[in-house]
């Protein structure tokens, strides 16, 4: 749905005549700091977010900042527990009719939000990356619309004239000792789509700057300085009305005398804002970050209940006796007289592992020093290192996308689509959260829903029972059971009725539930064995209907008696629930070893393990282990189950008492292990665009997500915008969403899912032979790490060797040596030709955006780029054409080998 | 090597094909009312012109005396409209070629259903022919022709897209099998089935020959191993297709420079490229037209884009009159159905900027050829062609209508897992396009 037109020409002519839409009031003054208050050296970064805003909203619950006095002492910003709508005793029958939408305020400095809610040290007025906000709980909330990030520092101004550029998406001010000397606009909602699309290097003001980002502005001050401290301050105002809180690229740069442009800082030595200079610098920023939010999400009062709950799981886990998992194994193959296979080398041992741990492979340098290492327990103290790794929660948040359906769009959501709850995954597996506190989090489904909270889990757009289809995924995850026939009619393979499912959803919903005609299977024949037991209309109350399953969680496991979520939550992950924990333990297992105990991992209804003992076993050991699911996986990588070969034999699921465990199963790399681990071998960033139809930031989060530019590949999302407007395609993630898809990624995830289709298809190899991602993988560009390596002055034999270790992680047999040495021995002294790299000029400078997408140039831009995509990475001038082409060509030949994509 | 695994019909994936698995439980329940008195259709093919954005129907397909003007807020079409061969049922008269060859075609004016707000639904509603389910996900048209019939010929994708992917036009329930191979751009083909530009035939023989020799111990190693020898095969059938005669079927280049001048630019390209397709024995080939250079929006025609809609309607007259012409002297148009739809219709009034909103109470979807009782229109609407008068078909009776077309029959089910799904939402074909 659209804006009017002509409120659009309206504002139109208002922007031509330089007038800001909202008029602005009279500036607040900046604040003066004294010197002495900042930190030396630094830049004090506050985050400051408005009075929340009263009336409109009987709201869905969103986070009160804490209320700190402005300049209060840096303390510890744990913000307000996030205080879930309180389900009443006696819940209403209707549904709480839905809140009026508030939808922020609009920014101006007239008005300037002051209630401290973080605060930390940076180095340069430059942001790319903000610490998210997080509750109590540890799981992300959201800010107050707009914040204000406000920098200061103490900085000395060289003597004579300083050039001073502020560069911001939204309105940004820089002061200098309280006065104000450069303003940027306001970012306001847009309602259009046909703009002439913008050259962005035409827009900035130092051509040599990185490209403007879509949508930012500048402002440039000049000041005479005097070789003398003063205090810079910077307020950049972040989201808005009806705006996605996004800070851009904020920026102030300096050029001091004519000199070039510097990321202004107190130390003076901040990057020159060029590509280079600002991705290092954004890098380096994003992993402070990460180690801020990680410290951020930490709180002793929420990890003292844990533990306390863990210690009273020890107590009430029903007991299950054994040593090792080897031990049960063996005596299964003893009664089955089945020899085990052999156990795996190190090479293969230690790709094995990588995959299984960080899902990328192991470096050249980390295999070579694995097989040259002659410890006894290497192997264990590999895998206690790459458990600490936290590349864990890389290699782990795919498999819970797909196993909590988590399917956030791009655009306009209608299609089953949920938040994007991506981002609390990672958070939790970075952290490590114990499973029940995973589950229980994701029960009450708190936080932000649309910036990556576990509330994101809660939305299920276009669906006439959300809380059934959350019921839905959770027992299937957690329980095993599979209760989707129960979502219209009763199972009739399984034990369960259409009412059980309709109390879980009623205990998410935290009122009775009504049954919708909409969800009840019409026009069955009468003598049908599928069975309606429902009545439209009818009201279920809500209560645990599974009498094998304690329905009362032990005292003190719940703090808030009087929700049923939480008792929902505390239910599932009781101790004295073996399934639960069996579940997931089945589920690691399932993932390491490649076929589960139980089979299907989700639907235990019609299936027994295959060592009974042996699951029970493991479950315990979750319990007891305070439900960390690393100790299980511990157990398993350091048996020697998981380290024998893959067999024909080990990948067959076959029935319970054909699963020995003899060998393990041939698996072969997810979708997202083999473009994470390609881009490894190239060296490689993604070279994604940023995931989003609006990067001009002019539209809500409603309509238009960010997912941000991908580094890893489960941070992609589908790239459809359904109206088939190429304007709006994203050529470059296309050719990794493209191969992604191929082996087995959902674009769309609108149903749990546990385990994927890994058949084989002709596209899946054709990509990599001959698509532009695998084009991107072989071409030795002069960013491609095995350029460097082919620099590097060494015997061919140590080339070839290194290539081997980079990609297949072993060294090579006496005869492939000999076969790549022949191969690449010719010329090998006159490979350099001793040219300079490429230097990269911009290619497109056009900002395509929603704002322009409608506007022809747009479709004309896009296809340019694809063609540029096409035309692939160019390649390095530094080595002799016919050289380098033998040398990609062992790197297409490895890469497109069946050893590379099935782990060994 | 065993290369004759992959000679199979499946394309998609080399698996051990259980795919008959289809047969229906006695007792499999939600069929379609009795359809089965309609005679199953025998077109081989079909070709599914999507126009992106929702073509206006009274400014095309089904226009009125009355023309509208924008300024004066006066509701109409855009277009005076010119008679065709099918006596009494004008087109707009962007339409001429169209309009002389109208008996092999017909108009079915009176589809609708109600999600017009967001695209996405709406297209998802006229490829899955259902409303989305948080519990289920339907396979697109595409798929379910795809999984019915398989392709007509060994090596051979069975559904081809011309245009972006989504999960929409994907298989759903019915797996990867039933999936599509797509393309953006018709000069290069599907994503990697062709060679890259700069890799000669004597690199690409260096390369595999590296690659044999570099697998030889591995496959020996793990020649009991399913999924490795699998992947293996498919290498080596993505060489062969490389080179083999679906891969020719992108080289438009082969065909007459008369004709290609005839069917016009890139959509007209697309089309020339769907005959090509259906002749190799694919099934089902989705042509997106989406030349948004045009006038920006596409078939989106809110605000000025409506201005130059006949930009687009010129060119589909020009791709599809050709196409219908071209079938016909390859003896195929009574084999393939063609299918001209979008996600709905546009309202007879115009928006403040001139152009249409969406509308979906009633719009058109145009059939041609499949064998059909072409010559005459399903369903009439009003003065403004806002309102059905006579023969509404649901979005379900018109997904009917395409599976008879192509015989399969409406009262089926598919499965989703163990779970029987009706292959439509009790849709019944219309009986006077077979009869």
Redesign the interface.
């Known amino acids: 749905?659209?804006s009017?037109?002509?409120l659009r020409s309206l504002s139109t002519l208002l922007l031509l005549a330089g007038i800001a839409i909202a008029a602005e009031e009279v500036p607040a003054p900046v604040k003066v700091i004294a010197r002495e208050q900042l930190p030396p050296g630094k830049v004090r970064v506050e985050i400051l977010e408005m009075t929340p805003t009263p009336a409109p909203k009987a709201a869905a619950p969103s986070a009160t900042p804490a209320p700190v006095a402005t300049d209060a002492p840096p303390a510890p910003f744990v913000a307000q527990p996030v205080v879930a709508k309180a389900a009443a005793t006696k819940p209403a029958v209707k549904p709480t009719p839905k809140p009026a939408k508030y939808d922020g305020d609009e920014s101006t400095f007239a008005k300037l939000p002051d209630i401290k809610t973080d605060e930390y040290e940076e180095s340069a007025f430059a942001m790319g990356y903000l610490p998210a906000k997080f509750s109590e709980r540890g799981v992300r909330i959201d800010r107050s619309r707009p914040f204000l990030v406000r920098s200061s520092a103490v900085v000395v101004l060289p003597p004579g004239e300083n050039k001073l550029l502020v560069r911001a998406l939204t309105g940004t001010r820089l002061a200098i000792d309280g006065k104000v000397l450069a303003t940027t606009p306001h970012a306001r909602r847009s309602g259009r789509d046909?703009m002439p699309v913008p050259d962005q290097l035409e827009k900035q003001n130092v051509p040599s700057m990185r490209l403007l980002p879509p949508g930012h502005n500048e402002a440039l001050a000049t000041f005479e300085g005097d070789g003398q401290p003063h205090v810079v301050t910077v307020e950049s105002f972040v989201g808005g009305k009806g705006l996605r809180p996004e800070i851009g690229e904020m920026s102030v740069s300096i050029s001091s005398a004519g000199g070039p442009f510097r990321l202004l800082s107190p130390t003076g030595d901040a990057p020159e804002p060029n590509e280079a200079g600002w991705r290092s610098y954004a890098e380096a920023q994003r992993e402070r970050v990460a180690a801020m939010e990680r410290q951020r999400r930490r709180n002793p009062g929420e990890e003292a209940y844990w533990n306390a709950r863990h210690q009273k799981a020890r107590q009430h886990a029903k007991p299950a006796t054994g040593e090792s998992i080897d031990k049960f194994i063996a005596a299964g193959l003893a009664k089955a007289r089945v020899e085990p296979a052999p156990l795996i080398g190190d090479a293969a041992f230690l790709r094995r592992l990588h995959l299984d741990t960080t899902g990328v492979l192991p470096t050249a340098k980390e295999a070579a020093d694995f097989l040259a290492d002659t410890a006894a327990d290497k192997r264990a103290l590999a895998i206690d290192r790459l458990l600490k790794d936290s590349r864990w929660a890389d290699r782990w948040t795919p498999y819970w996308q797909d196993v909590l359906a988590e399917n956030p769009?791009m655009?306009?959501?209608?299609?089953?689509n949920t938040g994007p709850f991506r981002w609390w995954i990672h958070d939790a597996l970075v952290d490590n959260k114990p499973m029940d506190r995973f589950v229980t989090e994701l029960v009450l489904m708190e936080g932000s829903a649309l910036y990556g909270g576990p509330a994101g889990f809660a939305v299920?757009t276009?669906?006439?029972?959300?809380m059934?289809?959350k019921a839905?995924v959770l027992s299937s995850a957690f329980m095993a059971m599979e209760m989707?026939?129960a979502?219209?009619h009763d199972a009739p393979?399984h034990s369960f009725n259409q009412e059980d499912l309709f109390n879980l959803a009623a205990m998410l919903q935290r009122t009775p539930l009504k049954v919708p005609e909409s969800s009840l299977?019409?026009?069955?024949?009468v003598?049908?064995?599928?069975v309606v037991s429902l009545k439209p209309g009818q009201s279920i109350e809500g209560h645990w209907p599974f009498k094998d399953v304690p329905g009362e969680p032990l005292p003190g496991a719940i703090r808030k008696a009087s929700d049923s979520r939480e008792k929902l939550a505390a239910i599932l992950t009781d101790p004295r629930n073996a399934r639960f924990a069996q579940v997931l333990a089945n589920r690691m297992w399932k993932e390491l070893i490649g076929v589960g105990i139980v089979e299907p991992v989700d639907d235990w209804e019609n299936s027994s393990p295959s060592h009974p003992e042996l699951i029970a076993w493991l479950g315990y050991q979750l319990v007891t282990h305070n439900y960390d699911l690393k100790h299980v996986a511990r157990l398993i990588f350091n048996s020697e189950t998981y380290q024998r070969e893959?067999?024909?034999a080990g990948?067959r699921i076959g029935n319970q008492d054909e699963r020995t465990f003899a060998s393990t199963a041939?698996r072969?790399m997810r979708a997202e292990q083999v473009v994470d681990s390609l881009f490894q071998v190239a060296g490689k960033e993604f070279g994604c665009e940023l995931l989003t139809m609006d990067p001009e930031d002019r539209q809500p989060a409603e309509s238009h997500s960010n997912f941000g530019v991908p580094r890893r590949a489960w941070e992609l999302v589908?790239?459809?915008?359904?109206?088939?407007?190429?304007?709006l395609?994203k050529p470059r993630a296309?050719?990794v969403t493209?191969v992604l898809?191929t082996f087995?990624w959902?674009?769309?995830r609108?149903?749990p899912r546990s385990t994927r289709?890994?058949?084989?298809?002709?596209?899946?190899?054709?990509?990599l032979?001959?698509?532009?991602f695998g084009?991107r993988i072989v071409r030795l560009s002069d960013d491609h790490a095995v350029t460097a390596v082919a620099l590097r002055e060494q015997p061919v034999e140590k080339l070839v060797d290194e290539v081997f270790l980079r990609v297949l992680s072993r060294l090579p047999?006496e005869?492939?040596r000999a076969?790549?040495v022949e191969?690449l021995a010719p010329a090998y002294g006159e490979r350099l030709t001793g040219a300079a790299p490429l230097q990269r000029k911009h290619t497109n400078t056009k900002a395509v955006s929603w704002a322009n997408h409608?506007?022809?140039d747009?479709?004309?831009v896009i296809?340019e780029v694809?063609k540029e995509v096409?035309a692939?990475d160019p390649a390095t001038p530094r080595l002799q054409p016919a050289w380098r082409?033998?040398l990609e060509?062992?790197l297409?030949?490895?890469m497109?080998?069946?050893?590379f994509?099935?782990l060994p | 090597m065993n290369h004759s695994a992959?000679s199979r019909r499946d394309?998609?994936?080399?698996?051990s094909a259980a795919a008959g698995a289809l047969a229906l439980g006695p007792?499999a329940?939600?069929a379609a009312k009795a359809g089965s008195k309609v005679p199953l259709g025998k077109a081989e093919h079909c070709v599914f012109v999507?126009l992106?954005?929702g073509m206006s129907h009274i400014d095309t397909f089904d226009p009125k005396p009355t023309i509208g003007e924008p300024a004066a807020k006066k509701p109409g079409s855009y277009y005076p409209s010119i008679d065709t061969a099918i006596p009494g049922v004008p087109v707009c008269e962007h339409l001429p070629r169209i309009a002389k060859l109208y008996d092999r075609f017909v108009p079915v004016r009176t589809v609708n259903h109600n999600v017009i707000?967001?695209?996405?639904?709406a297209?998802?509603r006229m490829h899955t022919g259902r409303?989305?389910?948080?519990?289920?996900?339907y396979p697109s048209i595409g798929s379910i022709v795809a999984h019915q019939r398989k392709a007509a010929a060994d090596g051979v994708p069975p559904y081809v897209v011309m245009?972006?992917?989504?999960?929409?036009r994907?298989p759903g329930f019915l797996?990867?099998?039933a999936g599509y191979?797509y393309l953006?751009?018709t000069a290069?083909g599907p994503?990697?089935?062709?060679?890259?530009r700069d890799?000669t035939a004597e690199?690409q023989a260096?390369?595999e020959a590296?690659?044999t020799?570099?697998?030889g111990?591995?496959?020996d190693k793990?020649s009991?191993?399913?999924?490795?020898r699998?992947?293996?095969?498919?290498?080596e059938?993505?060489f062969r297709?490389?080179g083999g005669d679906f891969m020719r079927a992108f080289q438009l280049d082969e065909e007459p420079g008369s004709l290609r001048n005839d069917y016009g630019d890139e959509f007209g390209q697309r089309c020339l490229l769907a005959r090509r397709l259906v002749q190799r024995g694919v099934r089902f080939v989705e042509v997106?037209f989406?030349l948004?250079?045009?006038?920006?929006?596409?078939w989106?025609s809110?605000?000025?884009?409506q201005r130059d809609l006949h930009g687009l309607i010129r060119r589909l007259d020009q791709g599809v009159a050709t196409l219908v012409q071209d079938l016909e002297r390859q003896r195929l148009l009574d084999k393939t159905l063609i299918v001209i739809a979008s996600e709905f219709g546009r309202p007879a009034h115009f928006?403040?900027?001139g152009g249409r909103g969406h509308y979906g109470k009633c719009f058109t979807v145009v059939l041609a050829g499949g064998g059909l009782k072409t010559g005459q229109a399903v369903g009439t609407t009003d003065e403004l062609g806002m309102n059905i008068v006579d023969e509404p078909v649901s979005v379900p009776d018109l997904f009917a209508t395409i599976f008879n077309t192509l015989g399969i029959s409406a009262a089926k089910n598919l499965m989703d897992g163990?779970?029987p799904v009706p292959i439509t939402d009790?849709g019944t074909p219309v009986t006077k396009l077979f009869v």
């Open positions: 749905v659209r009017n037109p002509l046909d769009a655009l306009k959501g209608t299609l089953s299920s276009q669906n006439d029972l959300p059934a289809a839905q989707k026939c979502r219209c393979s299977t019409k026009g069955l024949s003598n049908s064995h599928v893959a067999t024909a990948t041939r072969r589908g790239l459809a915008n359904e109206r088939d407007r190429p304007a395609a296309q050719t493209d898809a087995g959902r674009e769309s609108a149903e289709d890994h058949e084989a298809n002709v596209l899946q190899p054709a990509l032979a001959n698509g532009d084009g047999a005869k492939e076969r790549f191969l409608l506007h022809p747009a479709t004309k296809m694809e096409r692939g082409e033998r060509d062992m297409w030949a490895l497109l080998s069946p050893e994509i099935y | 992959f394309f998609l994936t080399r698996a007792g329940f939600g999507w992106g954005g707000d967001e695209h996405a639904a297209v998802n409303q989305v389910s948080g519990s289920v996900v245009g972006y992917p989504s999960a929409t994907g797996g990867p099998k191979v953006t751009d290069s994503a990697g089935l062709t060679r890259p890799i690199r260096r390369r590296l690659l020799d570099l697998r111990s591995f496959l793990h009991e191993e399913r999924p490795i699998d992947y293996s095969d498919a290498i059938e993505g297709l490389q997106g989406n948004n250079f045009v006038n920006g929006a596409g989106d809110h605000n000025a884009a928006d403040a900027g163990e779970r009790g």
